[in-house]
């Protein structure tokens, strides 16, 4: 709980002025609406009145930016209404897993899930928005839980946990949600923005923690709900043969997890922290990028049958990350270059062409023939592995 | 060449814009180097009017050595119209098409190598014949495959070319009359065809003695040219050589007066031994390599080792079998290889050299190899720079310019030796007397034949992919359980760091294990990783000097940058004078190894190293790995950390040892003998040693074991010196008195005898202190010293160093007299040494309690916390154009470092106090930041008008900085494609680099300009000087002369009107320039920040009497 909780001291003044903001807007609420609720999981409605976009803008724009990377925002109540329904879409029925939503700032979208009826835990980052959260908190009885600390800052590899930093244990005390086995339902869903400076990290850091069932993936088949770049879709979702977008982190996430598109939105209806309101929409060269896209990501259920296991994974990635640094290059002259024994006869073997390019390897080519190299023994052999445990190093220290 | 013909064509474009100008721009001759450029540019202009009216005269000439007559004066119309579109490409897509056309002449220079003209014929007709590619051609591509033909003796060959250069509209230049007049000479040709070559040079406004006075002549070809000349005029004498120029700086008006000339100073050595040793040089470099013990060679060989050298020796032989069969087999299928050009790009280069000295290139890099691994692209570009360099040194055997530099040298050193005649020259003023005097003329220096960047890097890459392919190893080598197989000795993979990867090349776990097995004991460098073994080549031009083979430049730049070489070319030679002095006297300086403290080093290197002594221990003494499963596939998270701790701290281990390794290996080769470092330059001028590992400039134990051949008497104050000397090597006492200092010595002299008898079993004394080794030489040196019967006749080797404080700020102070930034940086008389740092922490600390006293929180909260060391970075890097952004990162770093700071306001209190630092500075120095910040907005000014920053030291040496926005090319090899970031592909400057760092390289200018200034005046005062950039050595006796000459030198060059003569330079380079094309309208600058006239400089002794904190000399030594 401690880690949880706001730093004393920390906001200042700002918390002052934050909740005497937004304190009339809880006006209104029925006194007694506490006391009829929780009905099969599903909350009834608080029926918050949810701000304007305008009068959230503001809000952004009001907490003092120093030292507080880019970030965006969902200010306008019609997108949060779009990003409720999606979550709450094609969901089954019975009881749902409480969701996390990660960095929610003014809290436009925490209000219409909480009006939808929906628990939620509110992970935020940036003090200065902690105490309106509290107050919202505390006015409502256990539908919110508001957490102080980074989602996209967690489990941190180097180096102490200072908050907003924390340990994905903490959080799952906090959040009350205990670990399940790989194959059970998933225990707990999230949603957030990825920030967009270190996207492409972020989504790296994510999908070993999946492969080696680490972090949060300690706890099952956490399911993400992200916006990411279209750019970023486009290269999670790629096909063998789309140039430029295939690459080694579609194999993975294709491998890795069941991906969703929910939604697509234009990148002006976020709100940006910028003092100049721009909109920093990152460039992109070869592939379109007009919107964000809300996407799913589930882990596969099957992911850790046949010869891939948590142990083993980053073999498996590392072998990936390899043949599709050059996307031209023959699988053949790869599996040479690294002195692998019998290269041709395994390739053979899978059926493989021989001239194929490492760039037509569907994602379930690169497992099976994961597979096939694990089963000869051929990683432990050679210095295969030493490398792989380098490209650990590279990653995490 | 080509860059010359670069340089004219340029000039002539130029000339062309200026007659528009009128007389106006004649009239400046305040900067030296501009008028005189112009002058010549005025001179070029009507020239290349006249040579066009003389040249289409020839044609009516009725009997032209020439054919096809009739087509001519068409062509010549032609000429005009097809020469205006080429001129503008060339200005406009710039350095692209140079390094087209680098290619291309330095492809054509390969068959010239080879003799085979018919194939450089065929590339130039591929070229011409096809009209959008024959704009890549200039006239030096045709004179390259002239001379080839020269050389055969085919005279119509030449005809044909000198046809075809007209018909393309290009003139003949001064080269291509050479060519054909050495054929002439060689084919013995009639007199009426040579007096007809004769008479069209002259038409085309060259005279026969330019020819030997501008062309580069390599082999028999001036003396066929002669010949040639002489059959038309029997009595033609070679032209007088021109008359030595001499320098005009004023800060060197003494220096090179004739009246004050003083003999140079001789070495210890004959004429005799100095022959010997420029032979064993010689002969060291024709080898291009030399192999040599290691100092681990002492040990005892073990029965493991003795196994796996001889499994090495084997394996060695097979792998050159198959790397020299890979080789040709290549080379075979690019010989048959018919593309349209009819020949593989890379071919010609892999028939410069034997096969042999290929494959024995490739080997020498296997043989490198660390366990680690190297990435893709050095190790192409090692392999690329080694072919190119041996193929310089066969190209200076063939052309005959050894035989020539040794005619020459073997002259040279009687100036040096001490049992001939003192001459008073200076080093390089003799080398040209004697070249002038044989009759070499500028053949000494060889054709400018560089390979482009990209050349170098293919060539590598295409010799790595053999090695990688050719190299194996049977798998059972170690295991004989395991079946055999061969398997690829090297491995290629990516390394990921963040969003981009690079290629690395890894040797096979077995060979590291071989090779570590083996623990051999021979080195391999290149000849010019060691020190010279004789006294270096004196420089005289850009091209030539130091190394007597090596290529060596004269500045130092990053690959592909060509802009530093062609402004040193264009800058006229005798503004370099000074500079190229200054390099020849800090290479001459003798040097020999202490041998004593070299052996202690070696003892403590070949036992288990220590690494509080820097000594790195060998790997045998890491830790060992931690015990894990041994299938590492079921290691948890915490087992992975470990070994990957393990093996990050093995790597770093094993290239530390190598390192020092190296050294000491070099340094024992060295042991008995006297040598020398030949010295080079950055764009701005600082000098370096060339020899890249052993040399001065290196860490505390490579120093301590350096020592001048000349010895020295103490003379009356020599051993306070050393005394006071010891006790800055230890950092004690560093805000005493030079006198408290001398005193404390005298205190411990007990401690430092001890170190001195027993270093490693006495009280140890000397391993407790900042620079150990070199404290221990200096214990032994005192304890010398002081046992000698008459201390003042001791004659000492030891180097005795002089620091500069803050050397930066002392700069910024001088330029803007300031008096309170002065003292503090010991510039101004005073009792005690000033610190700065300190200086500064007290003027934030009295800002910080105002502030705390008017309730600012931030400034509460860090009471007790503002101290020297939290500001001293910043302070430091104030000098480097540091920003409040990276001052607060220092601050920072500095405050978390300190426990019992609160985090929580780490950020509002470092940003609190960069501010403070700032103002404190702004405060003390308060010209510095106006002046910084006038250099940043002219360098932004410049740079956003799409130019770089370009300024001449006082000295007279251009600087151009190198900083353009990058461009990356790839290569694309079969193995991998290569990103080749390419700076000069790309000639728009980078506007942040170019602005940032104006101000520290202009700093560094002046350090530079000042420490050239010192070692000159120290020349002439008989001295020996040699600097590590601010730090300047001499001998104890002579350590007082030398300060006198550093402040006096440090206060005339602070009297010139630096940032006055700056901003002039800048008015008159980037706003008075107007071009016919589409330029940007000229800038214009902010004014300068110091109105100088007004302030006087103080002269010496009296204000600036004392840079390098060295004032209290006359308190402590009366003299």
């Given at each position: 709980m401690l880690a949880g909780r706001a730093p004393p001291g920390a906001a200042g003044c700002c918390r002052r002025f934050l909740a005497a903001a937004l304190r009339p807007l809880l006006c209104g609420l029925p006194s007694c609406w506490a006391t009829a609720r929780r009905a099969a999981g599903q909350w009834p409605s608080p029926s918050l009145r949810v701000p304007e976009a305008a009068e959230a803008e503001r809000l952004v724009q009001q907490v003092q930016r120093t030292g507080v990377p880019l970030r965006r925002f969902i200010a306008c109540p019609q997108l949060a209404r779009t990003v409720q329904r999606c979550l709450q879409g094609g969901a089954s029925p019975g009881p749902q897993p409480v969701l996390l939503e990660c960095a929610p700032g003014p809290g436009i979208l925490t209000r219409t899930l909480l009006n939808a009826g929906v628990r939620v835990v509110a992970l935020e980052s940036n003090s200065a928005f902690l105490p309106n959260l509290q107050s919202l908190e505390n006015s409502l009885d256990g539908q919110l839980k508001v957490i102080y600390g980074d989602f996209f800052r967690l489990d941190p590899l180097t180096g102490t946990v200072k908050p907003p930093a924390m340990c994905s244990d903490k959080l799952f005390e906090t959040m009350g949600v205990a670990a399940v086995p790989w194959r059970a339902d998933v225990p707990v869903r999230i949603f957030g923005i990825l920030p967009q400076r270190k996207e492409r990290n972020t989504l790296w850091r994510l999908l070993f923690a999946l492969y080696e069932c680490n972090s949060i993936y300690r706890y099952g088949r956490v399911e993400l709900n992200i916006f990411i770049s279209e750019k970023e879709y486009k290269v999670l979702t790629a096909k063998p043969g789309e140039a430029r977008a295939y690459q080694a982190l579609s194999v993975l996430c294709q491998i890795g997890c069941e991906i969703q598109l929910l939604h697509m939105e234009p990148w002006s209806s976020f709100v940006t922290n910028l003092k100049n309101g721009g909109l920093a929409v990152p460039k992109s060269m070869w592939l379109p990028n007009d919107h964000l896209c809300l996407v799913r990501l589930t882990p596969q259920q099957n992911l850790f049958t046949r010869g891939l296991k948590p142990t083993n994974s980053a073999t498996f990635i590392f072998m990936v990350k390899q043949c599709l640094a050059k996307p031209k290059s023959r699988l053949t002259d790869r599996l040479n270059s690294w002195s692998l024994d019998n290269g041709g006869k395994l390739q053979r073997a899978l059926e493989i062409p021989k001239n194929a390019e490492t760039r037509n390897l569907y994602p379930e080519d690169y497992r099976r023939l994961f597979e096939a190299l694990q089963n000869s023994n051929m990683f432990t052999e050679t210095w295969f592995h030493d490398e792989v445990l380098e490209s650990i190093r590279n990653i995490n220290l | 060449m080509y860059i010359r013909q670069l340089k004219v064509e340029r000039k002539l474009s130029i000339a062309a814009s200026q007659q528009a100008l009128g007389g106006q721009a004649k009239a400046k001759p305040k900067v030296k180097a501009k008028a005189k450029t112009k002058a010549k540019k005025s001179l070029k202009s009507p020239k290349g009017k006249v040579a066009a009216a003389a040249w289409s005269q020839s044609h009516a000439g009725p009997h032209s050595v020439y054919a096809h007559s009739k087509p001519r004066v068409a062509a010549v119309k032609e000429s005009a119209k097809v020469q205006r579109p080429r001129r503008v490409r060339e200005e406009k897509d710039g350095s692209q098409y140079k390094i087209l056309q680098q290619t291309i002449q330095s492809n054509l220079e390969c068959f010239l190598f080879l003799q085979q003209p018919e194939k450089a014929e065929r590339l130039l007709l591929l070229y011409h014949s096809s009209p959008a590619k024959r704009k890549l051609l200039n006239v030096n591509a045709y004179n390259i495959v002239m001379r080839s033909w020269a050389r055969k003796g085919c005279l119509q060959r030449i005809n044909r070319l000198f046809s075809m250069l007209e018909s393309v509209g290009l003139r003949p230049s001064l080269d291509s009359y050479a060519a054909a007049l050495e054929c002439m000479g060689r084919s013995q040709s009639s007199t009426k065809a040579i007096w007809r070559c004769v008479q069209q040079l002259k038409n085309d406004g060259f005279h026969v003695d330019e020819l030997f006075q501008k062309c580069l002549f390599e082999e028999d070809e001036k003396e066929k040219v002669l010949r040639a000349i002489r059959i038309v005029q029997p009595n033609y004498q070679l032209p007088p050589p021109p008359n030595p120029q001499t320098c005009k700086s004023s800060l060197l008006q003494d220096f090179y007066s004739k009246e004050k000339l003083v003999s140079y100073p001789k070495l210890d050595f004959s004429v005799q031994e100095l022959q010997e040793r420029f032979q064993q040089q010689l002969e060291l470099e024709l080898d291009s390599t030399v192999t040599i013990e290691s100092v681990e060679s002492t040990k005892p060989v073990t029965p493991q080792a003795i196994k796996a050298r001889k499994l090495l020796a084997t394996l060695r032989s097979r792998w050159h079998d198959s790397i020299l069969q890979a080789l040709q087999k290549s080379k075979h299928n690019m010989s048959q290889l018919k593309t349209v050009s009819g020949y593989n790009i890379l071919y010609p280069y892999l028939c410069l050299l034997p096969d042999e000295e290929y494959v024995g290139i490739m080997l020498q890099i296997l043989n490198t190899f660390s366990p680690q691994g190297e990435s893709l692209a050095v190790l192409a570009r090692e392999l690329g720079s080694k072919v190119y360099n041996r193929y310089i040194t066969q190209r200076k055997l063939r052309s005959r310019q050894l035989e020539k530099v040794q005619e020459v040298y073997e002259d040279y050193i009687h100036l040096l030796a001490k049992d001939s005649q003192p001459d008073e020259y200076l080093p390089r003023e003799y080398w040209e007397k004697l070249v002038a005097e044989a009759g070499f003329g500028p053949s000494l220096n060889l054709k400018d034949c560089s390979w482009p960047y990209m050349l170098l890097m293919r060539l590598g890459m295409h010799m790595l992919e053999l090695l990688v392919q050719a190299v194996k190893v049977p798998r059972n080598i170690l295991n004989p359980r395991l079946e055999h197989k061969l398997i690829p000795v090297l491995y290629h993979i990516y390394s990921f760091r963040s969003s981009w990867q690079v290629g690395l090349i890894k040797p096979h776990p077995i060979f590291s294990q071989i090779v570590s097995d083996a623990a051999e004991t021979l080195l391999t460098f290149n000849s010019s990783a060691i020190p010279m073994l004789c006294p270096p080549v004196p420089w005289t031009s850009p091209h030539f000097g130091a190394f007597v083979l090596n290529d060596t430049r004269l500045m130092r730049f990053v690959d592909g940058a060509i802009q530093h070489q062609l402004l040193l070319e264009q800058c006229p030679p005798v503004n370099l004078h000074p500079v190229l002095d200054a390099l020849n006297q800090l290479g001459n300086c003798a040097w020999k190894i202490n041998q004593p403290v070299l052996d202690i080093i070696i003892s403590i290197f070949n036992d288990k190293g220590n690494e509080k002594l820097d000594i790195p221990p060998p790997i045998s003494e890491a830790p060992r790995p931690p015990a894990a499963p041994s299938n590492s596939s079921t290691w948890n998270k915490s087992q992975k950390q470990e070994v990957l701790l393990y093996k990050k701290k093995t790597a770093e281990m094993h290239s530390l040892r190598m390192d020092a390794l190296y050294k000491l290996s070099i340094a024992n080769y060295v042991r008995d003998k006297v040598f020398w470092f030949p010295h080079n330059m950055d764009f701005r001028g600082r000098t370096y040693p060339c020899p890249p590992y052993f040399n001065h400039l290196g860490n505390d134990v490579t120093r301590a074991i350096l020592l001048f051949a000349e010895g020295r008497p103490l003379g009356p104050k020599g051993l306070d010196w050393l005394k006071i000397h010891l006790i800055n090597l230890t950092g004690l006492k560093k805000k005493s008195a030079l006198q408290e200092r001398l005193e404390y010595a005298n205190e411990i002299m007990e401690e430092i005898l001890d170190s001195a008898d027993h270093p490693l079993t006495g009280r140890k004394w000397w391993m407790n202190t900042d620079e150990p080794w070199q404290a221990l030489a200096c214990c032994m040196e005192i304890a010398k010293a002081s046992r000698s019967p008459d201390p003042a006749a001791y004659i000492s080797h030891f180097p005795v160093h002089q620091d500069g404080s803050c050397n930066g700020l002392q700069h910024y102070a001088a330029l803007g007299r300031d008096l309170i930034g002065a003292s503090s940086v010991n510039l101004m008389p005073c009792n005690v040494p000033q610190d700065v740092y300190s200086a500064v922490a007290q003027q934030v600390e009295e800002f910080r309690k105002k502030d705390a006293e008017q309730g600012v929180k931030v400034a509460q909260v860090l009471q007790g916390f503002v101290s020297r060391k939290v500001v001293k970075q910043t302070v430091m890097t104030v000098v480097y154009g540091v920003t409040r952004y990276g001052g607060r990162l220092q601050i920072e770093k500095r405050l978390k470092e300190i426990d019992e700071f609160p985090e929580e306001y780490l950020w509002e209190a470092s940003h609190y106090l960069v501010k403070q630092v700032f103002n404190s500075i702004k405060e003390m120095f308060s010209a510095t930041r106006d002046i910084q910040n006038w250099l940043t907005d002219s360098a932004k000014l410049i740079a956003q008008s799409g130019r770089t920053v370009e300024w001449v030291t006082p000295l007279g040496l251009p600087i151009v900085q190198p900083y353009y926005r990058s461009s990356s090319t790839v290569l694309n090899c079969g193995m991998q494609n290569l990103s080749v970031k390419n700076s000069s592909s790309n000639q728009k400057p980078d506007t942040v680099k170019q602005k940032n760092a104006f101000p520290p390289n202009f700093i560094h200018s002046l350090d530079s300009t000042h420490m050239m200034l010192t070692a000159l005046h120290c020349l002439r005062r008989g001295l020996t000087f040699v600097s590590v950039h601010d730090c300047y050595w001499t001998h104890a006796l002579t350590v007082d002369v030398m300060n006198q000459i550093c402040r006096q030198q440090f206060v005339a060059l602070h009297s010139e009107k630096i940032l006055q003569d700056l901003s002039e330079f800048m008015l008159e380079k980037y706003c008075r320039y107007s071009s016919p094309v589409g330029k940007p309208p000229p800038l214009s600058f902010p004014p300068t920040p110091i109105p100088l006239p007004g302030v006087v400089v103080p002269r010496c002794?009296?204000?600036?009497?004392?840079?390098?904190?060295?004032?209290w000399r006359e308190a402590v030594l009366p003299s």
């Open positions: - | 002794s009296r204000v600036v009497s004392s840079a390098w904190g060295l004032l």
